[in-house]
């Protein structure tokens, strides 16, 4: 009886395991036809075109859905995408129905043989969205999908197709950038780093965090602080840096008036950097950026990073690197000037060229 049981047990277990195997395939299945609109971001007060995207094995001929859009974001425009349907093909249906917008695609076609829509893949419409001036971003909600198939027998048109999809909307305000592609430093060297702002909206404040890599660190600048200002900054808008800990600092830029930065491109503010004990390479990294609006609305903003590139210090000041300056200094020197040589050993005046220059002045040191 025990095995008996065993048997009837393993071969019960066999069973579901195929029963749900069967289950599973033909849910994949059914979810092979997808109708979609993918994440995107918006600019407040702006219009933005998106793709509906059907994805369809099965040949589609006629589709409705609902539309459900968040808050501060409405739709002003619905459009074929002549690739896969076109006015003689479909015709577009769009009415509000409490709450929400019933899209439809209706097929045209005199022989239904000749209705699916074509290619089976890909964007057949677009909807263009109008975000208000508040708007801080959202969900779209697709839902009710109907899908028939018009080429087949009447009791086989019912197409499987996904019964909801979400999609998420962003803001986009503009981007931050650092002006130069990266920073050389030697080890005791300073740079002033610029930080450009793009942006879409009128911002009135920021807020970042900056992380500095080791080996570097903030000094004072012009002006005795870690930091210079720029005309695009008004005269009341102050800038503050604070530390945190394992080299982050809070960054804040705003004013108590409120004031909007202005323009809407260029170089924003730039950081005083010193290298202190730098012994390679590294990134200086702005992130969890917020801009903020004078209605006190804040927008996220990517995070951006700066390579830093440690240039390492010779052992002595003179070409041969054998702490003396004599003929062999002005001979090594001689060489790098005519084979190219950029080594900064040679760069003996300190401009940055290996030069006839540097000859001269290697000569003044070794007879002088």
Same mark, same amino acid.
């Given at each position: 009886?025990?095995?008996?049981?065993?048997?009837?047990?393993?071969?019960?277990?066999?069973?579901?395991?195929?029963?749900?195997?069967? &289950?599973?395939?033909?849910?994949?299945?059914?979810?092979?036809?997808?109708?979609?609109?993918?994440?995107?971001?918006?600019?407040?007060?702006? $219009?933005? $075109?998106?793709?509906?995207?059907?994805?369809?094995?099965?040949?589609?001929?006629?589709?409705?859905?609902?539309?459900?859009?968040?808050?501060?974001?409405?739709?002003?425009?619905?459009?074929?995408?002549?690739?896969?349907?076109?006015?003689?093909?479909?015709?577009?249906?769009?009415? !509000?129905?409490?709450?929400?917008?019933?899209?439809?695609?209706?097929?045209?076609?005199?022989?239904?043989?000749?209705?699916?829509?074509?290619?089976?893949?890909?964007?057949?419409?677009?909807?263009? &969205?109008?975000?208000?001036?508040?708007?801080?971003?959202?969900?779209?909600?697709?839902?009710?999908?109907?899908?028939?198939?018009?080429?087949? !027998?009447?009791?086989?048109?019912?197409?499987?197709?996904?019964?909801?999809?979400?999609?998420?909307?962003?803001?986009?305000?503009?981007?931050?950038?650092?002006?130069?592609?990266?920073?050389?430093?030697?080890?005791?060297?300073?740079?002033?780093?610029?930080?450009?702002?793009?942006?879409?909206?009128?911002?009135?404040?920021?807020?970042?965090?900056?992380?500095?890599? !080791?080996?570097?660190?903030?000094?004072?600048?012009?002006?005795?602080?870690?930091?210079?200002?720029?005309?695009?900054?008004?005269?009341?808008?102050?800038?503050?840096?604070?530390?945190?800990?394992?080299?982050?600092?809070?960054?804040?830029?705003?004013?108590? $008036?409120?004031?909007?930065?202005?323009?809407?491109?260029?170089?924003?503010?730039?950081?005083?950097?010193?290298?202190?004990?730098?012994?390679?390479?590294?990134? &200086?990294?702005?992130?969890?950026?917020?801009?903020?609006?004078?209605?006190?609305?804040?927008?996220?903003?990517?995070?951006?990073?700066?390579?830093?590139?440690? &240039?390492?210090?010779?052992?002595?000041?003179?070409?041969?690197?054998?702490?003396?300056?004599?003929?062999?200094?002005?001979?090594?020197?001689?060489?790098?000037?005519?084979?190219?040589?950029?080594?900064?050993?040679?760069?003996?005046?300190?401009?940055?060229?290996?030069?006839?220059?540097?000859?001269?002045?290697?000569?003044?040191?070794?007879?002088?």
């Amino acid at each position: 009886m025990n095995i008996s049981t065993t048997k009837h047990n393993g071969f019960m277990s066999r069973f579901a395991a195929i029963a749900a195997l069967l &289950v599973f395939s033909l849910v994949a299945l059914a979810q092979e036809n997808v109708l979609k609109i993918a994440d995107f971001k918006v600019i407040p007060g702006a $219009t933005a $075109t998106v793709e509906v995207v059907l994805d369809n094995p099965t040949p589609v001929s006629s589709l409705q859905f609902d539309v459900q859009m968040p808050e501060g974001l409405t739709i002003v425009g619905f459009n074929r995408v002549t690739s896969r349907i076109t006015r003689s093909s479909h015709t577009l249906m769009n009415a !509000e129905l409490n709450g929400k917008n019933r899209m439809g695609f209706l097929s045209n076609a005199t022989d239904m043989s000749q209705s699916a829509i074509k290619l089976n893949s890909g964007a057949f419409a677009t909807i263009e &969205v109008k975000a208000d001036a508040t708007f801080a971003g959202g969900e779209i909600k697709i839902s009710d999908i109907v899908a028939s198939n018009g080429t087949v !027998e009447i009791d086989e048109n019912e197409v499987d197709i996904n019964e909801t999809w979400k999609t998420k909307v962003g803001i986009f305000v503009g981007t931050l950038s650092f002006v130069d592609e990266e920073v050389a430093l030697k080890d005791g060297e300073t740079a002033v780093v610029g930080i450009n702002l793009d942006n879409k909206i009128n911002i009135s404040a920021i807020q970042a965090t900056i992380s500095l890599p !080791e080996g570097v660190e903030f000094t004072e600048g012009t002006e005795g602080e870690w930091f210079e200002y720029t005309n695009r900054l008004p005269a009341n808008t102050t800038i503050t840096i604070k530390p945190l800990t394992n080299g982050k600092y809070q960054l804040l830029i705003g004013s108590l $008036t409120n004031d909007d930065f202005e323009g809407f491109a260029g170089e924003l503010f730039a950081l005083n950097l010193k290298a202190k004990g730098l012994k390679a390479d590294g990134e &200086v990294v702005i992130s969890n950026i917020k801009g903020t609006n004078v209605n006190g609305i804040s927008y996220e903003i990517d995070d951006i990073a700066l390579p830093v590139k440690y &240039v390492s210090v010779p052992a002595y000041d003179d070409p041969t690197q054998d702490g003396l300056w004599n003929v062999n200094d002005i001979d090594a020197v001689i060489n790098a000037v005519l084979s190219g040589l950029g080594d900064t050993i040679y760069d003996v005046d300190g401009n940055g060229k290996v030069t006839i220059d540097d000859v001269d002045e290697t000569i003044k040191k070794v007879f002088n």
